[in-house]
């Protein structure tokens, strides 16, 4: 995709010093992956003029981008660094994994809806991101084949962290953040695990669409 990165650069800048450094949000390599990505090419040019906006969007499908906002805070909450294999439950439209993949080294992403998930390949391939893997698959079983990951990140409201990724996380210190609660309104959950045990701590509440699958909220 010719010089997207180059393209809409003043309003990624507004973007992080407004939305996000601004809230508290403190991760250098975080603020400079969500200047680094460009959120335009994810969101259709429906709601191009919408691209930077304190919001989350519609990509179709009925599902959304996330707001920009809430895209930081869950990577600052990852714990990020550049050795770390990071799986992804949701790809969506695939702008939160290409954030990812600005710090991670690997960047596993599970997506259920064909059509989303071939979207997504597509901009990962245009942008030049070569250390994201796809795969169409219900997410709440997670990436077996691939694990383990230190990281783990889900995209959509979960009634809980299903223990089948708990236990794809390695061994030592793995981290997983996600939207727990009901299927209209969440807490950000950080997971970690440790060899003594599994912590837990909620932070800011949030909304996000419902996570679909065996371990997650029905379809129907």
């Known amino acids: 995709m010719e010089n997207a990165k180059g393209q809409y650069l003043k309003d990624r800048e507004l973007m992080v010093r407004n939305q996000i450094a601004a809230r508290g949000v403190r991760d250098s390599n975080v603020?400079?992956?969500?200047l680094n990505v460009p959120?335009?090419?994810?969101?259709?040019?429906?709601?191009l003029s919408w691209a930077y906006a304190d919001s989350a969007l519609p990509i179709g499908n009925g599902q959304t981008i996330s707001q920009p906002y809430m895209v930081a805070?869950?990577?600052?909450?990852?714990?990020?660094?550049k050795n770390d294999r990071v799986l992804e439950i949701g790809t969506g439209s695939g702008y939160q994994a290409c954030v990812l993949a600005e710090i991670a080294f690997e960047v596993y992403t599970v997506e259920r809806i064909?059509?989303?998930?071939?979207?997504?390949v597509e901009k990962f391939d245009e942008l030049g991101y070569r250390n994201i893997y796809s795969i169409v698959a219900d997410g709440t079983i997670g990436w077996?084949?691939?694990?383990?990951?230190?990281?783990?990140?889900i995209t959509a409201g979960?009634?809980?962290?299903?223990?089948g990724l708990i236990e794809q996380l390695a061994d030592g210190v793995?981290?997983?953040?996600?939207?727990?609660?009901s299927k209209f309104t969440q807490q950000l959950?950080?997971?970690?695990?440790?060899?003594?045990?599994l912590t837990k701590g909620f932070s800011v509440s949030c909304v996000f669409v419902p996570l679909i699958g065996k371990y997650g909220w029905s379809d129907l």
Do not use: S, W, Y
């Open 174 to 181: 793995g981290i997983i953040v996600a939207p727990v609660g």
């Open 114 to 120: 064909v059509e989303l998930q071939r979207r997504a």
């Open 144 to 153: 077996q084949e691939k694990a383990p990951f230190n990281k783990i990140i």
């Open 158 to 163: 979960c009634p809980d962290i299903p223990q």
């Open 39 to 47: 959120r335009h090419v994810f969101v259709g040019k429906e709601n």
């Open 73 to 81: 805070v869950m990577t600052e909450l990852l714990e990020l660094n």
């Open 189 to 197: 959950l950080k997971l970690t695990k440790r060899k003594g045990g």
């Open 31 to 34: 603020l400079n992956a969500m």
